[in-house]
């Protein structure tokens, strides 16, 4: 039986929670996925739900319209530390490209912040169309990245409200004149604000930093914030690992 990491197995998300025994259908897109890759039935597939749980089983059934794994084995993953990411209501397309690599390094908290230079984007990244086309793009990332975790996705909130939902956890702010963020390790529940193109506005950093928030630089130079939620992600996740 394949296992989590196995090379060259393919990971399809499903609706559910995939138990041994039974038979779990794909979704359209996971079909059409299965069909480009030029699987067959009895292949080895990997299934999980974003909830933890990771499948392992082979295709029963995978035809133009119908996908279907028989379910031969389970494993829980434990839930990552805590890892929220406040990002800013921004272009849509750039939202997009950072949620698929908060997915992959699985960030636990996706929080989109109505900052002030928010509101002088066109077009941005909001409303219920925009989330479902979000969720997606998360799922491809958490498929492709064989995890088991989903960002928990949050609307849109003000700053003083996601800073409020992250009391639990260590802040840092994203800030030109903070110390290294890798001087700040080891990380434990951590919560990282990315501020929007243009920088934050001197009332908002004063608030972060009000609460509690750290500043932390990522280098000398001037990053757009999809560039910087991954690094801050991944200088986060790096250190969790060792």
Known sequence: MERRGSAGVATFF???????????????????????????AADPVRLT?????????????????VGEVDVQA?????RPAPLALLVPVADRD???????????????????????RSRSV??????????????TRMRSALEQSGGAWLPAMHAAQSLDEAIAACEASRGFVLD?????????????????????????????????????????SLGGTTL??????????????AAQGR
Do not use: N, Q
Not at 30 to 40: D, G, I, N, Y
Not at 49 to 61: E, H, I, M, S
Not at 74 to 78: N, Q, S
């Open 224 to 237: 757009r914030f999809e560039t910087a939620g991954i690094a801050a992600a991944a200088i986060v996740r």
């Open 94 to 116: 750039r939202m997009l490209w950072l949620a698929e690599k908060a997915a992959e390094l699985a960030v636990t908290d996706w929080r989109p912040v109505m900052y002030a």
């Open 14 to 40: 499903v609706d559910g929670t995939p138990a041994v025994g039974t038979g779990m259908a794909l979704s359209d897109d996971a079909v059409k996925h299965a069909r480009v890759r030029r699987l067959a």
């Open 74 to 78: 389970c494993e829980l993953v434990d």
């Open 49 to 65: 739900d974003g909830r933890g749980t990771l499948a392992y089983g082979t295709l029963r059934k995978l035809d133009h319209r």
């Open 176 to 216: 030109a004149g903070g110390a290294p963020l890798p001087s700040f390790a080891p990380f434990d529940a951590t919560a990282i604000a990315v501020g929007p193109e243009g920088g934050l506005e001197p009332v908002e950093l004063d608030l972060l930093l009000s609460r509690g928030w750290r500043a932390a």
């Open 122 to 135: 066109s077009p941005r990244g909001e409303g219920p169309a925009f989330a479902r086309k979000l969720a």
